[in-house]
């Protein structure tokens, strides 16, 4: 079991060290910024690795993926007969109610939000963006009948406003006796969302290791030291395809398979898929799986996820046999996994022209109405440096490595924390990096590695006098105000 952290070489699952070698260089030479990975097979770990900051104890944001994590705990009120399948939504969530529901709500089922094909819009009520569960309820739509149509929407938020309901318990605090016996840690904890209730859709906050745990789980068809800990018939159907999804996912590799229970289906494994590379792809069939965390919002739709899912398929999981001699590669692999990942460089980390904009101000006569930036400036020394600027909440300083991440804080307090609607107070933890991509143009990266996670990119062109500034934000929910692009000029 991966509770034990056993862990073996990669030649005693039937699998070279040289293939692992393979995909870690292959994810590197993709410029996936990932943060973490873990292979296991048949309970035994045969590799596991991170990139600077990252490491075993970092409790990483895992967004949808938590959709995975209510669909288990649906599945527990199953086994304990709290809950059916077949259950209405409006029976369960009757305290949500503000009125009589439509017809086609009452005729919602538990199925229904578990395969995402409530029949309503992605948004029942826009105008009321933080009230899901309520929304849902009261102000559907009625796209179409409920069970008919894929559509990605709030189905996990409903499932775990139901088991709070049922239990009075959060979801994840319900599955604590089934974390206990997989050795899951009681750190693993999840944001709220704006209703008070924990946000099943992208709240849970995990280490790799217990995210892995509970991927073994699935894995296993909710079996762990031969004890059947959720009931086999629904982790079946959970890891299965319930739901055709691939008109509404435009033939998406990682998204046309089909839908289970809060998973994503191919034809090879079952899906924990959540935004920014948290994965952990659960291959049934030969008893392996890969779990990952990273941040690569921004990429493309199913750029770094789709990718690593095929490297990992056409080098490690197609070619796994009988066992093997360890040699050579196997320490070459050790030593690699215990310095981590490279992370991702567009650019150089200096350039002749940093002697020119070291300790210039830049002014903003015409402040971009978003960023509200009124100046900056940037000082180097050495391999790290700062960028100070002032925009309306006041001057900001953001610390920089010099083709190398540097942790430190954003210089923001008002993005939300524990919970979706109230501000956290305080800066989150960050790292940046500055490179110069051209001669005369620098790329700054912040990524936020906190409570929440995404990243804003900042691009400075300077020409003459001139500077051409644009930022653009990859995050959910948060670092609105660092999108936009701005003309500006040194100050003499």
């Known amino acids: ?36 990975l873990l292979i296991a097979r048949n309970g035994n770990i045969i590799a596991e690795t991170y990139a600077k900051p990252f490491n ?41 109610l503000k009125g009589e529901p439509s017809q086609r709500v009452k005729e919602t089922t538990v199925f229904d939000c578990l395969t995402m094909s409530l029949g309503h819009t992605p948004d029942p009520a826009p105008e009321k963006p933080n009230n899901w569960i309520e929304n849902n309820i009261n102000n559907s739509v009625d796209y179409c009948a409920p069970g008919t149509r894929f559509i990605y929407n709030s189905g996990a938020e409903l499932m775990a406003a139901a088991i709070k309901e049922l239990t009075g318990m959060e979801f994840l605090e319900f599955l604590r006796p089934v974390f206990d016996k997989i050795g899951v840690s009681k750190d693993i904890w999840c944001v709220k969302n704006a209703e008070d209730v924990s946000w099943g859709g992208s709240g849970v906050i995990t280490t790799l290791r217990d995210f892995a745990k509970v991927g073994e789980l699935v894995l296993n068809l909710g079996e762990a030291n031969g004890e059947q800990l959720i009931d086999r018939d629904y982790m079946e159907q959970m890891t299965s395809m319930q739901i055709f999804n691939a008109v509404t996912n435009n033939y998406s590799p990682l998204k046309s398979g089909g839908y289970g229970y809060l998973m994503w289906i191919t034809p090879e494994a079952a899906c924990f898929r959540g935004m920014g590379l948290q994965e952990c792809f659960c291959f049934k069939d030969k008893n392996i799986l890969i779990a990952m965390q990273g941040d ?17 398929k056409y080098i490690v999981y197609d070619k796994i046999g009988e066992k093997k001699q360890e040699g050579e590669a196997y320490e070459q692999l050790k030593k690699k996994l215990a310095e981590g990942f490279n992370r991702p460089m567009f650019g150089k980390p200096h350039a002749d022209y940093e002697k020119v904009v070291n300790g210039k101000t830049y002014v903003f006569d015409n402040p971009n109405p978003v960023t509200a930036w009124k100046w900056f400036r940037f000082d180097f020394n050495g391999d790290e440096g700062t960028l100070t600027y002032e925009n309306k909440r006041g001057e900001k300083q953001i610390k920089f490595g010099l083709g190398k991440f540097v942790k430190g804080k954003f210089p923001e307090t008002h993005y939300y ?23 005369k143009k620098i790329l700054l990266r912040v990524h ?45």
């Open 1 to 36: 079991m991966i509770k034990d952290l056993n862990f073996v070489s990669p030649e005693s699952e039937g699998i070279a060290s040289e293939q692992i070698l393979d995909l870690i260089k292959q994810i590197e030479n993709y410029k996936i910024n990932i943060h973490s």
């Open 56 to 96: 075993k104890d970092f409790m990483h944001r895992i967004y949808s993926s938590s959709k995975t994590f209510v669909a288990l705990a649906v599945g527990y009120a199953v086994t304990q007969g709290k809950m059916k399948i077949t259950d209405k939504l409006v029976d369960l969530l009757k305290n949500y």
């Open 296 to 312: 690569t919002q921004g990429a493309g739709v199913d750029y770094a996820d789709a990718v690593i899912y095929d490297m990992f």
């Open 417 to 439: 924390g524990t919970r979706r609607d109230v501000p956290s107070n305080r800066e989150m933890d960050c790292e940046a990096v500055v490179e110069w991509v051209e001669e």
């Open 448 to 492: 936020i590695i906190d409570t929440n996670f995404g990243n804003t990119w900042g691009q400075f062109s300077f020409k003459g006098d001139e500077v051409t500034l644009i930022f653009n934000n990859r995050a959910e929910f948060f670092l609105e105000d660092y999108v936009g692009s701005s003309s500006g000029r040194v100050l003499k």
